[in-house]
Structure formats: C-alpha cells, structure tokens
C-alpha cells in the first residue's frame, strides 16, 4: 500500500506565504513525477506545478514566479512554496505522485486527501 499524506494548508492573508509538504510513504521502488493539484469550489482540479526526478519543472502560467515546487527523492517528499498568496489561489490543494510499488509492478498515480488553502483578508 502506498499513503500521500500532505500537510501546511490553512488561512493566510493575501500577500502572505504558505508551504504545503507532502510524504509518501508505503512499498515504494520509484517514484516519477510528482505534483501539486488544486481544485476550488465550482471548478475542475487543476495542476498547479510538477516536478519530475532529475528536477525539472512546470508551472501553471497563474502561479510561476510566486510558488516554487521541489523534490527530496531521498525522503519521497514533495514540497510547494507559496508566495505572494492571492484570493484566487483559495482551493484545496492535492498532492500527486506517479509510482512504482515493486520493480514488477506498473506506475499508477497515487492521491493524498488533500489540504485546505484560504487566502483572505
């Protein structure tokens, strides 16, 4: 079994930071992209940065040059840092994972539950 557990939602002013991390956790060979989703209320989920193992990056065009996505493969962790947060940034934020649970076994993406981000004044 295979676990994404994230943490570090919550309220924040606009203007303010916030950092999302997200640990996987399980039977675990690799682990390919991962990733940061969001999905605010009325809308359909949307991908917000992706990372893959060698560090490269993309960014949805609403959020680059203010959140930043990075990888400790060591720890099969993925992080998001959040700058100058805006109210439409407000959604719950997922985290996404591609991985191989054995060496036998295909990739399959993996979902944490999710985690709350409100940016209000």
């Known amino acids: 079994q295979v676990q994404l557990v994230e943490s570090g939602g919550g309220l924040v002013q606009p203007g303010g930071s916030l950092r999302l991390s997200c640990a996987a956790s399980?039977?675990?060979?690799?682990?390919?992209?991962m990733a940061w989703y969001r999905q605010a209320p009325g809308k359909q989920r949307e991908l917000v940065a992706r990372?893959?193992?060698?560090?490269?990056?993309n960014y949805a065009d609403s959020v680059k040059g203010r959140f930043t996505i990075s990888r400790d493969n060591a720890k099969n962790t993925v992080s998001l840092q959040m700058n100058s947060l805006k109210p439409e940034d407000t959604a719950v934020y997922y985290c996404?994972?591609?991985?191989?649970?054995?060496?036998?076994?295909?990739?399959?993406?993996?979902w944490g539950q999710g985690t709350q981000v409100t940016v209000s004044s």
């Open positions: 996404n994972a591609d991985i191989q649970s054995r060496s036998w076994d295909s990739q399959r993406p993996y």
């Open positions: 399980g039977t675990i060979f690799s682990i390919n992209a």
């Open positions: 990372i893959i193992t060698s560090g490269s990056t």
